[in-house]
């Protein structure tokens, strides 16, 4: 089953040296973190203060191709974790209602699905097996000043 989830905000983890992506359940209290890259994280953070640049990013060109070439993203979907990778899909619509999967990491899918305002979906399963209590406890804490401009 599938759960639609929100983006809740983007820190980083100093015991990591990465950020952290943080995903909420829209309709309930599910959360689910995903470590990811500076690159990345910049990008989700340019997407979601909706600063244009110069010219196209990388997450811009493949939602410029998407739209160029008449198809529509109509979901992203983190479908599972494998040995702490989770791996993920954006479903495009090439025009004729059958959607195909195409094979991303989360934080590439979640940048396309913010400049494309797609919605972002978590399988069940995923958010199960992320069961760290240490983590939750960390989560928890956090306040609103925690959640920090990255750029």
């Known amino acids: 089953?599938?759960?639609?989830?929100?983006?809740?905000?983007?820190?980083?983890?100093?015991?990591?040296?990465?950020?952290?992506?943080?995903?909420?359940e829209i309709k309930g209290?599910?959360?689910?973190?995903?470590?990811?890259g500076k690159p990345e994280a910049d990008s989700i953070a340019l997407a979601l203060g909706k600063i244009v640049t110069p010219r196209?990013?990388?997450?811009?060109?493949?939602?410029?191709?998407?739209?160029?070439?008449?198809?529509?993203?109509?979901?992203?979907?983190?479908?599972?974790?494998?040995d702490n990778t989770y791996y993920a899909g954006i479903y495009i619509d090439k025009g004729d209602g059958n959607e195909v999967p195409i094979d991303s990491r989360p934080s590439d899918a979640i940048a396309v699905a913010i400049r494309i305002n797609a919605p972002i979906f978590v399988n069940e399963s995923v958010i199960e097996h992320k069961n760290n209590d240490e983590l939750e406890d960390w989560l928890k804490k956090l306040k609103p000043e925690d959640f920090g401009n990255i750029m």
């Open 1 to 24: 089953m599938l759960k639609q989830m929100k983006i809740e905000g983007l820190l980083f983890d100093p015991r990591s040296n990465m950020y952290i992506l943080l995903l909420k």
């Open 29 to 36: 209290n599910s959360t689910l973190p995903i470590w990811i």
């Open 56 to 82: 196209p990013l990388t997450h811009d060109l493949i939602k410029n191709v998407i739209h160029g070439v008449n198809m529509k993203v109509t979901k992203i979907v983190i479908k599972e974790i494998v």
